[in-house]
């Protein structure tokens, strides 16, 4: 099966890459199911339902999100009502939502998304290694062979880390949040698919996203200062992995960059 995982969506320049590529790419690619991770679809901070509602329309099975899904108050409360919007699953015990997923592809074939959240610069919340052991072992493995893992993580090497804990266990690790795409995708011995960071779907002509001259602000004055989505050099990034249904194990990844030649 190929599973199609897309790239921390930012803002408004996002949405529409997305809904431009995406159908092409689903159809191109002949994805059985289609992971995308929208943390920063709204406005680059948290989803609401209106975003949610822009997106209904488009063939995604399940939206994975990280730190910033608790940017908007009425985006939190979707997290209790659509199952397929995930949170990352080792924030403390008491949040609303949930870290994983269990989806089928129109083949009937199981998927399972988990979303986890690093620890290196970033909250202290429990061990994403540990969260992911415990999700796991709620799974039937008999049943749902094929698994997917949304690393939402600051450092490489915790990304990397995860990759080698769970090879042999899960599909792939896909790494989000840092915006930048890194060129390290593999497959580890045991069958796991890893990439360190897949990047971000939205505007290149910018910091990881933001307007430029906005992040330089903040860092040359040390000063608090709004900040605004970019709108230039959209592009779409994503990973394509193939999965072997039977084993779970990963046969291939390639990673894209695709240009929204349209732009907004
Ligand atoms: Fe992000
Ligand atoms: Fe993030």
């Not at 399940?62 to 910033?68: D, I, L, M, V």
């Not at 779409?236 to 732009?263: C, M, N, S, W, Y």
């Amino acid at each position: 099966m190929r599973l199609l995982f897309v790239g921390d969506v930012i803002g408004k320049p996002g949405r529409r890459a997305l809904q431009r590529l995406l159908p092409r790419l689903v159809d191109h690619h002949r994805t059985d199911f289609v992971v995308v991770n929208v943390e920063n679809s709204a406005g680059g901070y948290g989803v609401t339902p209106d975003v949610m509602q822009e997106l209904a329309d488009l063939p995604i099975d399940c939206f994975t999100t990280g730190n910033h899904v608790w940017d908007k108050k009425e985006g939190i409360e979707l997290l209790d009502r659509d199952p397929r919007l995930l949170r990352p699953a080792n924030y403390p015990e008491g949040n609303p939502g949930k870290g994983m997923y269990v989806g089928e592809t129109a083949g009937g074939i199981k998927v399972a998304v988990l979303n986890l959240e690093g620890r290196v610069f970033m909250s202290t919340l429990d061990s994403p290694f540990q969260m992911a052991d415990r999700l796991l072992a709620q799974l039937d493995r008999d049943k749902v062979k094929v698994v997917f893992v949304d690393f939402h993580a600051e450092a490489t090497s915790e990304k990397q880390a995860m990759g080698f804990y769970l090879d042999g266990r899960v599909g792939a690790v896909i790494g989000t949040h840092t915006h930048v795409p890194t060129a390290d995708e593999r497959i580890l011995p045991g069958g796991t698919a890893l990439l360190t960071d897949v990047g971000m779907t939205g505007p290149y002509e910018s910091i990881i996203g933001m307007r430029a001259d906005k992040v330089l602000k903040r860092f040359l004055l040390q000063t608090p200062s709004s900040l605004e989505v970019a709108k230039r050099d959209v592009r779409l990034a994503a990973a394509l992995v193939e999965i072997d249904e039977k084993t779970g194990k990963a046969r291939h990844i390639e990673r894209f960059l695709v240009p929204d030649e349209q732009q907004v």
